[in-house]
């Protein structure tokens, strides 16, 4: 484990933390006037590889040799220009440190580090990092790499979990949750969605399912997964051509066959590797899923998220109330899914650009 302190003066600046992954859905913004939750699970920080807030440089301000050289290979609108290497951190699990109020400015229901950093050491007053917890962003602590330094406590490193173990430690992420909303006419209140890191996980998985189609049809395995991916790459790959196959595949599950395409696979929330298999399939293209989520893919809970087909026959028992459900079909988020397939070396194959063009002109709008 590891504390982190500042790089001025040596104050210890959080407790003592254990390196996780970043989650899926670090980078989401999500609805409007949305109360989202604690990004980071207490106790554990993440390393962002990539830079995070501004300041910012427009698409036609960069080399792109630049652009690819930090593994960006499509046009977006603008690419932060701030140091990358951020320690993400609950913010609960800071110690130490103060708000700067002056750098609290652009935000609308909270703080959202568009000033910059709002965070300083409450010893010497160093700049530290920045503060989230505006609407629609999820709540973290964001410390500089330049700001403060990690120390191992006790000089021991605790070993990650097996992929074993990681699946009976790990909770199932419910892929339905009640979202909590500012400002109605009767104060806070929430209503019941579809997961926002469910969203996140189907961006990040869809950009890599295209990916993985090589310009063909794919076909991912029918129910819930289906629900998730399906409508969107009928309605973004070509038909007549021969479908590629993608099944559910990962620790304790069965070997995948040897004609399989596209594995859906978990990534360790410890390491951030993408589960492996052995044998004839290890040549299948990996598609990385949260763990949370891969795990109620492939064990789902007794309830569906939306009816199977028709209704309940009248003299079938059933429990009241009857779990709710949202009153939309399921969209993968947008952001998340742009930001992952610019960064796919398959996005320069000219269909790829198409779809990327197509999402900037709001032409796929009723997937997203």
Known sequence: MFVFVCAGCDAELTIPLSQVSLPAHARQKYGNGVQLPVLMESGTFAVDPEPWGGPWRMWDEIDPGEAEARGIYAPVYALSDSTPGAIVIAPGDVRGTRLIPEKSGG??????????????????????????????????????????????????????????????????????????????????????????????????????????????????????????????????????????????????????????????????PQTGQTWAPAGPAASAYPVPLPLGVWLWLVSPQPYLPVPASGGILQDVLRDYPLPPRPNYLFRADRGTFQHTLVRLPAVRSPWMGTILENLARDRSADIF
């Open 107 to 268: 935000a609308c229901c909270g703080l959202d580090g568009a000033d910059g950093p709002n965070m300083a050491c409450e010893a010497c007053d160093l700049p530290v990092g920045i503060r989230v917890d505006d609407c629609s962003l999820w709540q973290a602590a964001r410390l500089s790499s330049e700001g403060v330094r990690r120390v191992l406590v006790n000089g021991v490193h605790a070993a990650s979990f097996s992929w074993a173990e990681m699946a009976e430690r790990e909770e199932r992420t419910p892929p339905l949750e009640p979202i909590a909303t500012w400002g109605g006419r009767f104060g806070s209140s929430h209503y019941w969605s579809w997961s926002p890191q469910w969203e996140a996980a189907a961006g990040q998985a869809l950009a890599h399912l295209l990916a993985a189609s090589e310009g063909q049809p794919v076909k991912v395995p029918d129910g819930l997964t289906a629900d998730l991916f399906q409508r969107a790459l009928d309605a973004l790959l070509p038909a007549g051509l021969p479908t590629r196959r993608a099944v559910l595949a990962g620790p304790e599950e069965p070997s995948p066959d040897a004609d399989v395409d596209i594995l859906l696979v978990p990534v360790h």
